[in-house]
């Protein structure tokens, strides 16, 4: 009863780092390789891994580890559908395994071998019902996880998934605020130059366009000279 006592603080304190690590400003990597450092710990697992889904190639990607394994850290790419972390995300629901070398499913059998990795346990990241990866825990001995584990690496599955998603709407935002004062930019150095030069809209446009390729420097960074060029008195190009 003791031990249930103490692994359930585990796991409490683990969901609690887990959660100011999201709050925190720290970048995604970081983040994720805390997720699944915390994880391996509470788990007792030797490998925790994080996949992310690349929608666009239908695969899965490793993109967190706590293992300093170099054979392991390989880069690596599944299909959705290949192996067991492809199945855990086309059919969105979690998946234990008790003996990995056991499982038809399993697609890198010599790894696991090298590496000693026995029993699996496989939690697709969801946001919405929409899956974004997959996690695994692995221990080194044969295993059967129990429904608190099952509920805790859910848990953890969810506040990842929660963490990829809103780092890539705040990459979002702010590409698309970037834009918005790039365009700004642009329509007030156009301005300027058909001030000082006659131009019609479209001219003063080219006339930018131009100055940037010939450059080789952004729209913006050619905007930002005229318009500080103006300001000082000067004349813009």
């Not at 970048?27 to 391996?40: E, N, P, Q, S």
Request: with cysteine.
């Amino acid at each position: 009863m003791l031990y249930k006592k103490t692994s359930y603080k585990k796991q409490i304190q683990a969901l609690s780092e887990i959660s100011q690590a999201i709050s925190s400003d720290q970048y995604l990597d970081d983040i994720l390789k805390l997720i699944v450092t915390v994880t391996a710990n509470v788990m007792d697992s030797k490998i925790c891994s994080l996949w992310i889904l690349d929608e666009k190639d239908k695969a899965l990607k490793i993109r967190a580890t706590q293992t300093m394994s170099e054979e392991y850290l390989k880069e690596r790419t599944l299909k959705l559908g290949e192996g067991i972390v492809g199945y855990v995300a086309q059919e969105n629901k979690p998946l234990a395994i008790l003996d990995v070398l056991k499982e038809p499913r399993y697609k890198e059998k010599e790894l696991a071998k090298k590496e000693g990795l026995v029993s699996m346990l496989s939690v697709p990241l969801t946001v919405k019902d929409k899956v974004i990866g997959v996690i695994n825990c692995y221990t080194s001995y044969p295993h059967e996880f129990t429904e608190t584990e099952r509920a805790v690496l859910t848990a953890v599955a969810s506040q990842a998934a929660i963490c990829i998603e809103n780092t890539e709407l705040m990459v979002k935002t702010k590409v698309i605020q970037e834009e918005l004062e790039t365009r700004k930019l642009v329509e007030r150095a156009k301005g300027a130059l058909m001030k000082h030069h006659d131009l019609s809209e479209d001219d003063a446009f080219k006339r930018i366009r131009k100055a940037s390729m010939d450059s080789r420097k952004t729209m913006r960074e050619i905007a930002e000279a005229i318009l500080l060029t103006e300001k000082m008195g000067g004349y813009p190009f």
